[in-house]
């Protein structure tokens, strides 16, 4: 009984650290939410390479009603200038915080509409299912944030 017990109890712990590590994981699809009309906009994937360093692309475009979405990004300048916004890397060189595991910065985000880079940070909720990305210039105040959500 006690054999049975430690290991129900191993099993429980092993269990619990999967769920906690893949909970504060930010690799993955993630639908993005427009902040001005509330609809989706696309489908970012963000990956880690071996540095730890995060880094996110556009892999599907969500139209909203009654608007086509643009195909390049012409306001973009230097080697971005009218590439195709499908396949485009706008998330790059995020870090994990020190401080707070849920919490990632240090890198930037590009609005493909305005061509701008913005330095960003973003927190991930407790369950691992929604992310709040925030673009800003100068300090985080002066800025707009994004909600972000976890696709299967």
């Given amino acids: 009984m ?9 099993s429980l712990a092993m269990a619990s650290a999967h769920l906690f590590a893949a909970n504060d ?3 993955g699809k993630w639908r993005s939410i427009d902040d001005k009309t509330g609809f989706s906009k696309g489908i970012v994937e963000i990956s880690k ?4 360093i995060y880094s996110g692309k556009i892999i599907e475009i969500i139209p909203r009603p009654g608007y086509t979405p643009k195909a390049t990004c012409d306001k973009c300048t230097g080697e971005l200038k ?11 060189d995020m870090v994990r915080s020190e401080k707070n595991d849920r919490e990632f910065a240090g890198g930037t985000i590009l ?3 305005n061509g701008k880079f913005y330095k960003s940070k973003l927190k ?3 369950a691992g299912t ?3 990305m925030r673009g800003y210039v100068g300090v985080e105040v002066l800025g707009r944030s994004q909600t972000w959500i976890r696709q299967e």
Avoid: E, H, Y
């Avoid at 006690?2 to 191993?10: A, C, D, E, S």
């Avoid at 390479?49 to 730890?52: L, M, S, T």
């Fill in 82 to 92: 009218d590439k195709p916004i499908l396949g485009l890397q706008i998330l790059k």
């Fill in 111 to 113: 609005d493909p509409l």
């Fill in 2 to 10: 006690k054999l049975f017990r430690t290991l129900l109890l191993g």
């Fill in 25 to 27: 994981d930010i690799t």
């Fill in 124 to 126: 991930l909720n407790s």
């Fill in 130 to 132: 929604r992310i709040v």
């Fill in 49 to 52: 390479d071996a540095n730890g």
